[in-house]
């Protein structure tokens, strides 16, 4: 049972354009949300997060969007480029404490110059 | 710091051999998490460690699946006898002191194991 769900195994964006990875989740005990980027031969790399009482976070050209009464985040990547071509995955945590971070399957995002 | 440690990179056997797949966490770090990476399941958590000390073992799928972490650097994923199911990437990852488990984590490369 997937608590964490990336229904789009893959993506392709032209290089310059807008990359949108989506995220939905079914534990409503969830409270902080993750991306981890993943390129071949290399463990996954924590790329941004958001908390619950948030509904938006930016880093540069990437920002998280929360809707918490859809349960559902997104990844935006404006602009997309070469290098962004990775695995993207979702993660999130419950609020009861140290439990540890439910992953989805991962987005496979291909930038095409 | 050299971040987590995983090896072998890769690992080919033959079904019916013993694995061991060794990981040394980031100094300092008192969380500890082994994950199986298939394109079925994607990420999925197989058992972690805090403080050296299992914690939750309900992902490792069979007995055949063991792991141990003698000290605060070290730590082992064993399979006996493998399968070739259990083909796939294990990645070991550590999350750092004063931090909770569900903090962001940090992954080694991962093992590639390949059972024919």
């Known amino acids: 049972d997937q608590q964490v769900k990336q229904n789009s195994p893959s993506l392709s964006v032209q290089e310059g354009r807008i990359s949108i990875l989506n995220c939905d989740y079914t534990?409503?005990?969830?409270?902080?949300f993750l991306w981890y980027k993943k390129y071949p031969a290399e463990g996954p790399t924590f790329l941004i997060s958001i908390s619950s009482i948030k509904d938006k976070n930016e880093d540069g050209r990437f920002t998280v969007f929360l809707n918490k009464s859809a349960k559902h985040l997104s990844l935006h990547i404006v602009p997309s480029q070469p290098g962004d071509s990775a695995v993207y995955f979702c993660?999130?945590?419950?609020?009861?404490?140290?439990?540890?971070?439910?992953f989805g399957k991962g987005t496979r995002l291909s930038v095409i110059a | 710091d050299a971040g987590v440690i995983q090896s072998p990179r890769h690992e080919v056997t033959e079904m019916g051999q013993e694995v061991t797949l060794r990981c040394k966490p980031i100094?300092?770090?008192?969380?500890l998490f082994w994950y199986r990476q298939t394109m079925m399941r994607g990420l999925e958590l197989l058992i972690y460690?805090?403080?050296?000390?299992?914690?939750?073992d309900s992902g490792m799928p069979e007995d055949r699946f063991s792991a141990k972490m003698p000290n605060a650097s070290f730590s082992t994923l064993k399979i006996q006898p493998s399968e070739p199911r259990d083909s796939a990437v294990y990645f070991c990852a550590s999350s750092g002191i004063y931090r909770g488990a569900n903090e962001k984590l940090f992954f080694g490369s991962g093992t590639q194991l390949s059972v024919l």
């Open positions: 993660a999130a945590r419950k609020n009861s404490g140290n439990t540890p971070l439910v």
């Open positions: 534990n409503s005990m969830f409270d902080y």
């Open positions: 460690f805090n403080n050296n000390v299992p914690i939750d």
């Open positions: 100094s300092g770090h008192d969380y």
